[in-house]
């Protein structure tokens, strides 16, 4: 009973996001730097995705920071992770209560993580005094 209370307490709080969405003018649009879209998006997601999101992507040796910018990353990241069909098996995985049976390769976002993690080694790299 407490997993359906919780599912309806996610869904109550995406329905008054997605109200809050609608209520933006164009201006306050515009001074957050967001299509109305892509905020309802983010509004739709479901409530562990971030915190999933990040878990995975210090796997990888990651930051928030490391993926937020260029902003379109930023989003194909989000929608591959909302639509990804593994979420309920990531979740097990990051948590600890999967070992073995879930691992890297099934995060579709992966090949994402590898390639900003490999630029975040050779900008790091890169910055460092020769010897």
Not at 50 to 74: C, H, I, N, Y
Request: hydrophobic share 35%; charged share 30%.
């Amino acid at each position: 009973m407490g997993r359906f209370v919780a599912k309806l307490r996610n869904y109550l709080d995406k329905e008054d996001a997605l109200r809050e969405v609608r209520q933006l003018s164009d201006l306050e649009l515009s001074d957050l730097g967001f299509h109305r879209a892509e905020l309802s998006e983010m509004a739709s997601l479901r409530s562990s995705m971030p915190s999933q999101m990040l878990e995975m992507a210090k796997q990888f040796g990651l930051e928030e920071r490391d993926l937020v910018t260029p902003r379109w990353q930023a989003l194909e990241v989000i929608e591959t992770c909302r639509t990804c069909s593994h979420a309920d098996a990531c979740f097990d995985y990051l948590i600890g209560h999967r070992s073995g049976e879930f691992n890297e390769a099934m995060c579709p976002n992966s090949g994402t993580y590898t390639k900003v993690s490999e630029k975040k080694r050779q900008h790091v790299e890169a910055a460092q005094p020769p010897d």
